[in-house]
């Protein structure tokens, strides 16, 4: 036995679960009175934050809950939501936020297949709650979130959250993970195909991307503000309910993220962060006050989802917002690269610049490993922004699997890597840009012709509202591309079929250009997502009619 | 089993061994062109360091050395040394570090304990290393390293390091950890008493304290250009060799830390960032240019050890440093507490505020648990500022424990907490502040005098050099304080014993007033420590014979 491993083992004193729970006890060790939550008229701060998630663990556990079982949450970005990232951890339970828009079976399997032991659920609601817990048929612990905010809101659970975590039991001790395996959350997706998976987190996971997020957004320099427009449901809000506590920063809850409440708490709380989807970007321009005044210092916006158009990245730019672009998804604790801004893009021209910055970037500190391959191989593609691969990632953010999945977490893992069923360009400077999902992609006459870069352009058209582009068979090229296009209520009767794809042709090579445009209203399901694979059959169909 | 734990596995898709390893190959494939390195007229770009890196690991997997062999490298703040804490890692091998003061009987000690396969020696320290090596009798592969800039240093080895790096094997695969827990680094403390012991940290640590540090320092904001004032060979430079990779910094490096070479580096280099010695504040300000400029950017200062006294902390930050006290060792890889600065204490006394600022602190985000216990007991002291007790530390940054001395790790993870050895107050916040070794405070009438407290009231006195307080033994008092002083060659008859004794007793209480002064020159080791023990037993003697 080599010497450096007789007599060097590990022991309490050398070698402890990494949890984001650490940050929580020392932010209220070492800021016990800096501003750790603030919600409309209420204010906690680290030391109050941090006894009521220690409350919450208690409570869960006088009720009951033990290490392992599951404790769901449906709330908007509210303290409750924020007290449960850590309440339920250290109660040893692990955390499953259902997602706010979905309908009551969706919640029902959700509460079924995780088996939930309790259900904490924000008034607003309650009913789609009462009605999943039904449907599910579980002998389960409701637990009103009450809000005198709101307008309405019943009361369908036993027992109030504040008059819960009141009644907790003082004697018992929180509970760390005996491992930093320990799963910490279950974050189902909204899979647009069969019932959603459950993606399970861990503690090692959740600890490693929380610092991650501190050195992407940068939460060190001045103390963070940070406002929550990012749902919490959505991958633990990217990891940024722990990666906060890490730095001692304050939280502003926001219950719904319109460009005027960003507005309102940016004036009011000198928010230093926000994350959010590309779409918010261009609500904030859309929206922008008349007295809207550049700010000292720029706010750092965590930008994550297909690039936005280079003129809307140059606006809001030109605002005083400094948009750094991320992709992740939820098997990989929410982030995996960032758009890493280097020295030598200060001198370019504005546009050829936001251009760069708006591409999804490099693996982050913590990232570990990413490749873009040739679908089905391991050969990574070449560097020259035009070939496309599949972009895989291997390393400590990746999931411990889907729940009670072992085919799916087995397919997802195949040869050791995360296989995202994403595409990507890989350009000269090795930052990716993600071009299409591998099952939305065309192949036509040979081709590849990415439904995404398709869209942007339609998308670009003053008259469209919506557009989604899939592939339809074709005799003569395999298949070709047809557009669903969703016109705006003026513009329903002004645009011919002939017009949009000459319009499309004015802009792309003729191979990209669709052969087929379908003028209707786009379907979508209760998560606001588009079902490209019904999609495709409505469109072949349509197609095959004409 | 629980279902969390089920069909739920590690793999290599979502677990890969923490090292820092990792940062090395992100900065070269993110900034491959950004400069990393700087020596005189030599600078290396990210590509290039990386380049450099790789080429030692295969020169000395080249050479036969293999996964736990160790590799000796004494050199000061060069390229070759930063390039070793990656070369050395990546060949699989453990890096030794040597003190390069010490004398050829420690560093042949080192090489024959840690059994040094290789041993890579700066030409300025070729003669005392060709002794150590001869004592050693070891047959082991010498490398030189040349420095056109050295005035003179022999060839002791059998190749030259750019020689040597340049033969490298093309076609061997560097080596990762097999697992996170194996050893990166070996690091003698330079032991007042017996032999050095060999302490082994893991790239675990290795790569949650090199996070901690760009967290720590703020390394994230601005690019962090930094200087190399701490010697590499202490705790691997805090970490922060590996965590400048974690950012893409610059490192600057300099042989030799005196005030006018730092000075120089920040005109030319806009250095950002440094760690030094209380010390080194002083010669900062002593060797303050006539036309020094106030940064425009504070330059931030990492300073470990002994409290500076108020009157250099304000003096340095009006310079226009800003000072991070921190305290740490050699067996916790460097670092575990900063002084974290407070939103409050910007409105204090500049006075009041800076001597906050000189307190060692709070745990750092990587640190995990800290206590303060009444020596022997677990119970932590009250928060009074006043009261004594052990510094205890628990956590991932502790190392894995003394090579080959299973008695002496277990004694040092007595019940799973690391004990310091060292004394500190605990104020009302939480802060710490360290006193004193434990061997070293002084017990007189069952009343606790910190002998660093009294050195600092007798090195406030404006004729002294230096100054080391010890107990005597005391019929009356058990142990009573007695004060060896040297006094500027100036001062060397201007002063009593009753002079000293009564400028101490108008500054502290009378049982803190040392009983004794012994003027005479501090006998000091290799490295420049007083070895306490020694001097107790020369003050006993001194005092008996008066």
Redesign the interface.
């Known amino acids: 036995m080599?010497?450096?491993?007789?007599?060097?083992?590990?022991?309490?004193?050398?070698?402890?679960a990494?949890t984001p729970i650490?940050?929580l006890k020392?932010s209220a060790?070492?800021?016990p009175?800096?501003t750790a939550v603030i919600y409309k008229d209420r204010s906690y701060t680290w030391s109050e934050y941090s006894d009521r998630c220690h409350q919450l663990a208690r409570a869960l556990m006088g009720a009951g809950v033990g290490?392992?079982d599951t404790v769901a949450i449906m709330a908007a970005n509210i303290p409750a939501m924020l007290e449960a990232h850590f309440g339920v951890p250290m109660s040893g339970a692990?955390l499953n936020c259902i997602n706010i828009r979905l309908d009551s079976s969706a919640i029902a399997f959700m509460l079924r297949h995780g088996?939930a032991k309790a259900f904490l659920v924000d008034q607003e609601f309650s009913d789609v709650a009462k009605s999943a817990v039904e449907e599910a048929g579980l002998d389960i612990l409701v637990i009103d979130i009450a809000d005198k905010h709101l307008e309405s809101g019943g009361s369908i659970g036993t027992i109030e959250y504040e008059e819960f975590i009141k009644q907790a039991p003082q004697d018992v001790a929180i509970r760390y993970p005996e491992d930093e395996?320990?799963?910490i959350a279950l974050n189902y997706t909204s899979g647009t195909t069969g019932n959603p998976k459950g993606v399970?987190y861990h503690h090692r996971?959740a600890y490693l991307n929380a610092?991650g997020q501190?050195?992407n957004a940068?939460l060190?320099?001045e103390?963070p503000v940070y406002l929550w427009t990012l749902p919490l449901f959505h991958c633990n809000g990217w990891c940024f309910a722990w990666g906060l506590a890490?730095?001692g920063g304050t939280h502003i809850c926001l219950r719904k993220a319109a460009a005027d409440e960003i507005y309102q708490a940016i004036e009011k709380y000198n928010i230093t962060h926000f994350c959010c989807a590309p779409t918010v970007l261009s609500f904030l321009i859309d929206g922008k006050p008349s007295n809207w005044r550049i700010p000292d210092h720029p706010i750092k916006v965590v930008c994550a989802g297909a690039s936005p158009p280079v003129s809307v990245l140059r606006e809001i730019n030109q605002m005083g917002f400094s948009v750094i672009h991320v992709y992740g998804m939820t098997e990989q604790h929410g982030i995996n690269t960032l758009c890493?801004s280097?020295?030598?893009w200060v001198d370019l021209d504005p546009i050829e610049r936001v251009a760069k910055l708006g591409r999804q970037g490099?693996?982050t500190?913590v990232t570990?490993?990413m490749m873009v391959c040739t679908p089905g191989t391991y050969d990574p593609i070449a560097r020259d922004g035009v070939s496309i691969g599949e972009v895989l990632?291997?390393?400590?953010l990746?999931?411990?699997?889907y729940?009670?999945?072992?085919e799916a977490?087995k397919e997802?893992?195949t040869d050791?890597?995360?296989h995202t069923g994403d595409l990507a360009t890989v350009h000269e400077d090795?930052y990716i840009e993600i071009k299409d999902r591998i099952k939305d992609i065309i192949i036509s006459g040979g081709e590849n012709v990415s439904s995404l870069e398709l869209e942007d352009v339609i998308y670009s058209h003053s008259s469209v509202a919506g557009v989604a582009v899939v592939a339809v068979p074709d005799d003569k090229w395999g298949e070709v591309p047809c557009a669903i296009v969703e016109l705006k209520p003026e513009y329903t009767d002004a645009l011919s079929e002939q017009d949009m794809i000459r319009f499309c042709r004015e802009r792309l090579p003729g191979f990209k250009t669709p052969k087929h445009i379908i003028f209707e209203t786009l379907s979508r399901t209760a998560t606001g997502k588009l079902q490209k694979f019904k999609l495709r059959n409505h469109a072949a169909e349509t197609v095959k009619n004409k």
């Not at 990632?393 to 400590?396: A, D, E, I, L, V």
């Not at 729940?403 to 072992?406: A, E, G, V």
């Open positions: 080599n010497k450096y491993n007789t007599d060097l083992d590990k022991c309490q004193a050398n070698h402890q990494l650490r940050f020392r060790d070492v800021f009175d800096r290490r392992g692990v088996e395996w320990d799963a399970v996971g610092i501190v050195i940068d060190i320099g103390k890490a730095v890493e280097q020295e030598s490099v693996r500190v570990d490993e990632f291997r390393g400590n990746a999931m411990k699997g729940l009670k999945n072992p977490t997802a893992f050791g890597w995360y090795g």
